[in-house]
């Protein structure tokens, strides 16, 4: 797995390139996942649940008063996103959002070049996204076991780097950005079927709160 935030070299190459947790998904369960959870509980919740993406958001809250106030930004977001964007998957999980994309919808087999419909997906996310400037947003891209597992990894950051690039081109700011690349290793669905290899061939984005947003919900909580 690689993950690094944007330099200028990975801009320009991303332009040229472009579950059952969710029942956490109230404000509430937002504070309080944050207040019992820190960075290691995150990593274990996350292991546990075979769910990075949720893990890693666990890992992130703030919690306590703050953190209801962030989760309530974020259940607002998130059925905006819901309603705005049918073609993806979105869960509320603590104090953030995923969205999942799988390669139905973005790449064909072995490809990470995106399509016309693809870029169409992908604007309607960003419609939201400009609603709501105060998110980070991680950019994870996946794939089935097919081939090996070195080529699988590089084909996992070509997605989620042409995704990026795609986001960079429709002015998301650079600095809300992070790419992710986890080849096979995370599969949500089994590999042994065509219809699991497929859903397998995915872009995941998390989103969560950024500094701004952090501290003016502690701000809004000590009120």
Do not use: W
């Not at 790449?107 to 400009?130: M, N, P, T």
């Amino acid at each position: 797995m690689k993950k690094f935030r944007l330099s200028l070299a990975m801009i320009l190459m991303a332009t040229v390139l472009f579950a059952g947790c969710s029942s956490m998904s109230r404000t509430q369960k937002g504070a309080a996942a944050g207040t019992a959870a820190g960075g290691a509980m995150g990593a274990v919740i996350g292991k546990a649940s075979d769910n990075t993406a949720m893990g890693a958001i666990i890992g992130a809250a703030v919690g306590g008063a703050a953190g209801a106030v962030i989760g309530h930004q974020m259940d607002k977001q998130a059925e905006e996103i819901a309603k705005t964007v049918p073609d993806a998957r979105v869960l509320r999980v603590g104090e953030g959002i995923i969205v999942e994309f799988n390669s139905a919808v973005l790449f064909g087999f072995d490809e990470s070049a995106l399509s016309a419909d693809a870029k169409y997906s992908i604007d309607k996310l960003v419609l939201v996204l400009d609603e709501y400037p105060d998110t980070d947003i991680e950019i994870q891209g996946h794939t089935d076991s097919s081939g090996s597992i070195t080529y699988n990894q590089a084909l996992s950051e070509r997605r989620a780097n042409a995704v990026t690039g795609y986001l960079i081109s429709e002015n998301v700011d650079v600095s809300r950005l992070t790419i992710v690349g986890y080849g096979e290793t995370l599969p949500k669905y089994l590999n042994e079927t065509e219809y699991g290899r497929t859903q397998n061939r995915r872009v995941e984005f998390l989103i969560t709160a950024n500094e701004k947003m952090r501290a003016e919900a502690e701000a809004a909580a000590q009120q």
